[in-house]
């Protein structure tokens, strides 16, 4: 037992850093009312929680370098700790954003790569499939005690005491950390500050676009940002697009500056050689699918049995309860098939069934919820996410030396908060046009007078928030509709929540299908804990 006590303590470390992308969704309606704010503003501090943690975590692995694993694990978790504490403290939605979305972002920057690396460093052969197996599994369980610990604690306490109970974990996991055991040396290596910036700004503008693109418009202006009352739409197009573009130019500006730091003898900020190995492309693109869907199912769900349904925070969980239970389950029994079946074969099952519970899901949601099938949905969408959580961490770290862990253990915390930061953006973006469209769209095809209609347009001018379904006919009422109209709203809103829901659904169903092109290089057989792919002669290729 005592050789795993390394891989529990990082385990703990990697429970809290996946633990907060979770376990807000849950508390949505109750931090929106506490701190007088919004969904959509929710919405941001979610995704530039994630963003933060992709835009520099490149940076935060090479520091792993220059520090020592160890000693930048350990910083990490004390900036954390600084981030959970403000968050817990936060009396407003900026001061949230500060501490959750940015310094506990950098904090798990350093974090992340540090507990890939110092599994790799500390454990060879089956010890390491076993212990990247264990780290899934933990993150696994995180994604799905997150939704029972925040429903329970928002609802009985505050949603402020998870950040709380997060500072003490992080204090323990300082007090334990001397028992982890780093045999890499420090290294002197000069960090190129151009790279840091071309990656952090190519991936902030393309998410950013992304999230903006329910309020902008995907490509025609729909609510642009005006200066002195002039909207900002270049050659009448939305600024979506310009933002993805410009993101996309400054990362294969990235690329080539790296390529540039190798051929005059600096270090680059990241080996983008790496990318020629199939197993490595194939393992972090199955990987950033994984999380962009995750995130996705946590923040519609919750939003959906919240606001559409009214359950409050605790119900929320106990709804996403069977996803938790077989999320855990599934990682250990994927950590157990790895010793008869290939990580591709276990992949790809996980893959299918993930699309499976999507079209199951799918079927279940209306303003009645029907319980069983969405049950049986959240239960199989929690063994596929956790097959996959027991197979791609040790596909990455094996497609490579022992030198190169700290750098692909970077491009893994990447590529997963890229992913989950795409996830939320997107399905965001789809959750709230379908849910303008609809509304709007129900409106006008109504027998409500015209008067009415022509009101409720203009107050969407800005856009459609989403708000409980309860609360619509009371504000309709106070907004100086009659009782029969605001009820005949409220009954066209909800209709339009379920729509909404279900057009991002078909969304989540659409990236789950298209991951499967993904795994085409996932190995095929597993040989004393190294997965090797089908191919030799392609594997000494790439």
């Known amino acids: 037992m005592k050789k795993w006590n390394i891989v529990i303590i990082l385990g703990l470390a990697q429970f809290v850093m996946v633990l907060d992308s979770t376990v807000m969704n849950v508390s949505i309606s109750k931090v929106v009312t506490d701190l007088d704010t919004t969904v959509a503003a929710m919405q941001s501090a979610i995704t530039f929680y994630t963003l933060t943690m992709a835009a520099v975590m490149l940076l935060g692995a090479k520091f792993g370098d220059i520090w020592g694993r160890r000693r930048a694990f350990v910083v990490g978790c004390i900036v954390y700790g600084c981030g959970s504490l403000l968050t817990g403290l936060a009396p407003n939605i900026v001061v949230l954003f500060l501490g959750w979305s940015v310094i506990e972002g950098l904090g798990a920057v350093l974090v992340i790569p540090a507990i890939a690396a110092l599994i790799a460093d500390n454990y060879h052969d089956r010890d390491r499939v076993t212990a990247y197996a264990i780290?899934?599994?933990?993150?696994?369980?995180?994604?799905?005690?997150?939704?029972?610990?925040?429903?329970?604690?928002?609802?009985?306490?505050?949603?402020?005491?998870?950040?709380?109970?997060?500072?003490?974990?992080?204090?323990?996991?300082?007090?334990?950390?001397?028992?982890?055991?780093?045999?890499?040396?420090?290294?002197?290596?000069?960090?190129?500050?151009?790279?840091?910036?071309?990656?952090?700004?190519?991936?902030?503008?393309?998410?950013?676009?992304?999230?903006?693109?329910?309020?902008?418009?995907?490509?025609?202006?729909?609510?642009?940002?005006?200066?002195?009352?002039?909207?900002?739409?270049?050659?009448?197009?939305?600024?979506?697009?310009?933002?993805?573009?410009?993101?996309?130019?400054?990362?294969?500006?990235?690329?080539?500056?790296?390529?540039?730091?190798?051929?005059?003898?600096?270090?680059?900020?990241?080996?983008?050689?790496?990318?020629?190995?199939?197993?490595?492309?194939?393992?972090?693109?199955?990987?950033?699918?994984?999380?962009?869907?995750?995130?996705?199912?946590?923040?519609?769900?919750?939003?959906?049995?919240?606001?559409?349904?009214?359950?409050?925070?605790?119900?929320?969980?106990?709804?996403?309860?069977?996803?938790?239970?077989?999320?855990?389950?599934?990682?250990?029994?994927?950590?157990?098939?790895?010793?008869?079946?290939?990580?591709?074969?276990?992949?790809?099952?996980?893959?299918?069934?993930?699309?499976?519970?999507?079209?199951?899901?799918?079927?279940?949601?209306?303003?009645?919820?029907?319980?069983?099938?969405?049950?049986?949905?959240?239960?199989?969408?929690?063994?596929?996410?956790?097959?996959?959580?027991?197979?791609?961490?040790?596909?990455?770290?094996?497609?490579?030396?022992?030198?190169?862990?700290?750098?692909?253990?970077?491009?893994?915390?990447?590529?997963?908060?890229?992913?989950?930061?795409?996830?939320?953006?997107?399905?965001?973006?789809?959750?709230?046009?379908?849910?303008?469209s609809g509304f709007l769209g129900g409106v006008q095809s109504s027998d409500l007078p015209s008067s009415v209609k022509t009101q409720v347009n203009t107050l969407s001018q800005s856009g459609v928030e989403i708000i409980p379904v309860s609360q619509v006919a009371g504000i309709a009422e106070k907004a100086g509709l009659s009782s029969s109209e605001g009820d005949q709203l409220a009954s066209i809103y909800g209709d339009s929540q379920v729509s909404a829901l279900r057009a991002s659904l078909v969304a989540v169903i659409v990236l789950a299908i298209v991951s499967l092109l993904f795994s085409k290089n996932i190995p095929t057989q597993i040989v004393a804990g190294k997965p090797k792919v089908a191919s030799r002669r392609r594997a000494g290729r790439e």
Not at 185 to 209: E, H, N, T, Y
Not at 228 to 253: D, H, Q, T
Not at 303 to 328: C, E, H, N, R
Not at 361 to 376: D, I, N, Q
């Open 135 to 436: 780290i899934g599994a933990v993150s696994g369980g995180a994604v799905a005690a997150g939704p029972l610990i925040g429903g329970f604690v928002t609802t009985y306490f505050s949603w402020r005491y998870v950040f709380f109970g997060e500072v003490l974990i992080m204090i323990v996991v300082l007090m334990l950390s001397r028992l982890v055991t780093d045999n890499s040396a420090p290294q002197k290596i000069r960090v190129d500050v151009l790279s840091v910036l071309l990656s952090a700004a190519g991936l902030v503008a393309i998410v950013f676009g992304m999230l903006q693109s329910k309020v902008w418009g995907w490509v025609l202006p729909l609510h642009p940002p005006q200066v002195n009352g002039v909207p900002i739409e270049p050659l009448g197009l939305s600024l979506v697009p310009y933002f993805i573009v410009a993101g996309g130019v400054l990362l294969w500006a990235f690329f080539v500056r790296q390529r540039h730091l190798i051929a005059v003898g600096r270090p680059p900020l990241l080996q983008v050689s790496m990318f020629r190995i199939a197993q490595l492309r194939a393992g972090l693109s199955v990987l950033a699918a994984q999380y962009a869907i995750t995130a996705a199912i946590f923040f519609m769900i919750p939003v959906y049995l919240q606001m559409t349904l009214g359950l409050d925070a605790l119900s929320t969980g106990l709804k996403i309860f069977p996803l938790s239970i077989s999320l855990i389950l599934f990682s250990i029994v994927g950590t157990r098939l790895s010793a008869v079946w290939s990580p591709r074969r276990i992949v790809r099952l996980g893959q299918f069934i993930l699309v499976a519970s999507a079209i199951l899901l799918l079927g279940s949601v209306s303003l009645e919820l029907k319980g069983w099938l969405f049950a049986a949905g959240m239960f199989f969408a929690g063994s596929a996410l956790g097959l996959l959580a027991s197979q791609l961490g040790n596909v990455n770290m094996s497609s490579v030396s022992e030198d190169k862990t700290s750098e692909v253990g970077g491009l893994q915390g990447v590529l997963q908060n890229l992913g989950s930061s795409l996830g939320t953006a997107l399905i965001g973006s789809v959750l709230i046009a379908s849910l303008a």
